[in-house]
């Protein structure tokens, strides 16, 4: 696949650019294009307006010949929001203090932002300055350790670089605001908001760093603002204002700096230091009801000619008392009684408060930062384009949004995604969007269970011990607490009743976990969920043993999809063979060839039937509703259940030659380009000059009067399950021209590239990107008989990922060099382009390297 440009994002191209900076469960926050931090989310509550004013960075720069003195917010202008609007997405909003305090004090003229996730770096431009300034944030990512991947920071590094032939003193300052006792959802007012108030700062120096610690001993341990934030700076010379109100004290605060050694610190005001070089030096008194303190420090360096200098910032953060704060489907609201619904946090279970994660942080941020590289570097590093690797990269950020919680006991919980402009019309735009655990959107997303299978095993066992019935099916969303009655006796929501695609998938689920590493034992455990679930809709869809499901089918387009169709039914045909596979590994003969008999005649059969020569149709039978159904039109996701298959080794669902032929037809009727003049019906993922895959069209007429619900809208999930299965059938342009158009629209400029839109932002159903990466390179692993297969290699060779460890396979003279790169590997064949390598076990712990000829 063709590079399409480079990964650099000018700012002014770029304003819909929001990197997300956090862990996974954490809360986060992001950094813009233009260096500014916001869409501050770290009260256990998704907000893209979320917003804590006074918290920035600035620099101050000073000469002495010639006479240089300077003041800089570490952000670019702002433009207006008509210039950057596009419709469903709000990644470009800026704050209205930010824009106001640009055009009072002085920001960078230009920022240049590159990003390779989790690693986003902001390169500001200002030629009046005797140095070049550059901020780099990322927070710590290594897939297959949770709890790593899980740390509530972000860690942020300022650059500068004298270009001068004079030194230069500086000072670098990070300002951030007290939002304990606030609620991630009301916008304060400068430092008013309710629930502030007793906030209390205080300034510690402990191992080199100084420490500005963020509390309100005031409230209740229960309360859901409680809590404790962290800023921390490395520069061994530092200086705190712990408690002001005005973004202007604090810049006042930076030109009043004199350059000042250690010796100095015993003239410091006793509001700014203590002479004590470790312990806690001051503490602001408390803030009064109503408010809060901003605090800020300022890290002071000299910088050579011709040199650059480091200084260091992390930010962490400690809210444990998450609530059921949401409305729950199937008309279960929240009790805010003696319980209040608590289902606490995980990742506040690993530190006692925001210090300790600090601390933490700041004794293995090499460390932490090194494995995070090796990462980006296995991906970069590989023969993918540079394209490739920054969408790719980029999946990892929806699970590490607010779309994914852990409560205390560390269960594992997903909305669909964010609430946000997409889903103003029916929610507001605060919160999770369509609660909890949604089967048939999960049902797409590949990702969470590849780079952190415990949390996919995690939903499973969600799936089996709380939300299926007795009965055998199972609901397609999760009431929480656990404890609450589920869903198995009344309307749930999109759809009403329980969906069928979710139910299948979940078996298909089973077997991937499986698959990666889960273990025969833990299939064991579950195995009499799965015959239950499966002979259940075996005997509600087709009791008469025909082969085809029959009737009114639930699915994730919201509706009661009816008749004959290949949507639903290659997710039966998958689910069968994936049936049929695990009865096999427990060694349940009789029922694994009851299914390959059902299978077979299914397959058969819908073939037969709903095959035009051309794509697959749907044939409604009598009594069938008409309303929200396609009939003669081309579905994108009819072959949805053989994008299954394959990512999963299960074989062809349908004949190979039909499969290929009704997937080309699927893009050249659907793939759309130029969207001026369509017309929209419900919401607009594609406008004026983009590209995008319309979920349904009707090349030779017969579109219904109420043709299926979304058929006009462009979702990135089904996208890119459509471009992975063509890459996986041989179709390479078919697939580069959807993948083009996707990544051309999330390019920073109209959208964020990390953060594709549906019903909400950070959708989980684009979690389906990760199959794009494994078919591209032919990567399958399967923990069952220890097999690792990739395509051919180009010279850069591939990123290969096990259950266990990852590192690079790429082609050396006469064979392959594998590296182990994190945790290890353990594999019996290695297959390359079809051909087997190994001729013995094969062990790798990390950093070893093995040639194989």
């Not at 001068?164 to 430092?191: K, S």
């Not at 205080?202 to 080199?208: N, T």
């Not at 011990?465 to 589920?486: D, N, S």
């Not at 039978?621 to 309303?627: H, L, R, V, W």
């Amino acid at each position: 696949m063709a590079d399409t440009g480079p990964r650099s994002i000018p700012h002014a191209l770029g304003p819909h650019v929001a990197l997300p900076l956090g862990g996974i469960g954490t809360g986060n926050l992001a950094l813009g294009a233009d260096g500014g931090l916001r869409q501050w989310q770290l009260h256990n509550i998704g907000n893209h307006r979320g917003d804590l004013p006074g918290s920035f960075f600035a620099l101050r720069v000073s000469q002495w010949e010639p006479p240089f003195d300077a003041v800089r917010i570490l952000q670019a202008p702002a433009p207006t929001a008509e210039q950057t609007h596009t419709p469903l997405v709000n990644d470009d909003h800026v704050p209205n203090w930010q824009r106001e305090l640009l055009e009072q004090a002085e920001p960078m003229p230009e920022s240049t932002f590159t990003g390779q996730y989790p690693f986003g770096r902001v390169d500001f431009h200002d030629e009046t300055l005797p140095v070049q300034v550059s901020l780099e944030a990322f927070t710590p990512l290594v897939p297959l350790d949770v709890q790593n991947s899980s740390l509530p920071a972000v860690l942020f590094t300022l650059t500068l670089t004298n270009h001068d032939v004079t030194p230069v003193a500086a000072w670098l300052g990070g300002a951030i605001q007290n939002a304990v006792g606030g609620d991630g959802v009301l916008a304060p007012d400068g430092v008013r908001a309710p629930g502030y108030g007793g906030n209390v700062n205080r300034v510690h120096r402990d191992g080199g760093w100084t420490n500005l610690v963020l509390e309100n001993p005031s409230l209740a341990p229960d309360d859901p603002g409680a809590g404790s934030m962290v800023l921390a700076c490395d520069a061994p010379l530092t200086t705190a204002l712990p408690a002001w109100t005005s973004p202007h004290q604090f810049l006042d605060f930076m030109r009043s700096r004199q350059p000042f050694g250690p010796q100095d610190w015993a003239h410091m005001p006793s509001w700014i230091a203590d002479p004590q070089p470790t312990g806690t030096w001051s503490r602001a008194r408390p803030s009064p009801t109503g408010a809060t303190w901003n605090g800020g420090l300022a890290g002071q360096i000299d910088v050579p000619p011709g040199q650059s200098v480091h200084v260091r910032f992390v930010l962490t953060w400690h809210f444990p008392n998450r609530y059921v704060n949401f409305t729950q489907f199937g008309g279960i609201r929240p009790e805010w009684g003696a319980t209040r619904y608590r289902l606490g946090n995980h990742y506040t279970t690993v530190h006692a408060d925001a210090l300790a994660v600090s601390r933490q942080v700041q004794q293995q941020w090499r460390g932490l930062e090194s494995v995070s590289r090796r990462w980006v570097r296995t991906v970069a590093g590989s023969g993918l384009s540079a394209t490739e690797t920054e969408h790719l990269l980029a999946q990892a950020a929806i699970i590490r949004s607010p779309s994914f919680f852990r409560d205390e006991d560390g269960r594992f919980y997903g909305f669909e995604g964010v609430h946000g402009a997409s889903t103003t019309m029916w929610s507001g735009d605060v919160g999770g969007s369509c609660p909890l655990n949604c089967t048939h959107v999960f049902a797409y997303a590949q990702g969470l269970a590849k780079m952190f299978p415990d949390l996919e095993r995690s939903m499973r066992r969600t799936q089996f011990e709380v939300m299926q019935a007795p009965q055998g099916f199972i609901p397609h969303r999760l009431i929480a607490p656990t404890h609450l009655p589920q869903l198995w006796d009344r309307p749930i929501g999109g759809p009403g009743e329980p969906a069928l695609d979710g139910m299948l998938a979940t078996v298909l689920q089973t077997y991937r976990e499986v698959r990666t590493g889960a273990g025969q034992d833990w299939l064991r455990t579950y195995w009499p969920n799965i015959h239950r679930l499966l002979e259940y809709v075996a005997a509600t869809w087709d009791p008469q043993g025909t082969g085809m499901l029959h009737g009114i089918q639930p699915s994730t387009h919201d509706i009661d999809l009816a008749g004959l169709n290949t949507f639903m039914g290659t997710y039966w045909l998958a689910a069968l063979r994936a049936g049929e596979e695990l009865a096999q590994l427990l060694g349940h003969t009789d029922i694994a060839t009851r299914w390959r008999e059902w299978f077979e005649r299914s397959s058969v059969a819908y073939d037969d039937a709903l095959f035009t020569g051309e794509y697959y149709i749907q044939v409604l039978e009598e009594g069938d509703p008409t309303k929200f159904q396609w009939e003669r039109g081309c579905l994108s996701d009819q072959l949805i259940g053989q994008w299954w298959a394959h990512t999963v080794d299960l074989g062809y669902l349908l004949p190979a030659d039909h499969v290929r032929t009704a997937l080309a037809s699927v893009v050249r009727h659907n793939l759309r380009t130029g969207f001026d003049g369509f017309d929209h019906p419900f919401r607009s993922f594609a406008v004026q000059d983009e590209t995008g895959l319309l979920m349904c069209s009707w090349p030779h007429g017969g579109r219904p009067a109420t043709p299926t619900r979304y058929c006009d809208e462009v979702w990135t999930g089904i996208e890119q399950q459509v471009a992975a299965h063509c890459l996986m059938e041989g179709l390479t342009e078919e697939a580069d021209a959807i993948l083009t158009g996707l990544w051309a629209r999330y390019d920073g400029r109209r959208r964020n590239p990390y953060n594709q839109v549906e019903c909400g932002d950070h959708y989980v159903r684009a979690l389906s990107g990760w199959t794009v990466l494994e078919a591209r390179t032919g990567h399958r692993w399967d923990a069952t008989t220890g097999t690792l297969q990739v395509a051919a290699m180009p010279d850069g060779g591939w990123p290969v990922l096990t259950d266990d460890g990852w590192g690079t396979l790429r082609p050396v003279p006469d064979g392959v060099e594998m590296t182990c790169r994190h945790g290890r590997f353990e594999i019996e064949r290695l297959v390359v382009d079809g051909q087997d390598l190994l001729g013995g076990p094969l062990m790798l712990a990390t950093g070893e390297v093995r040639t194989i000829r």
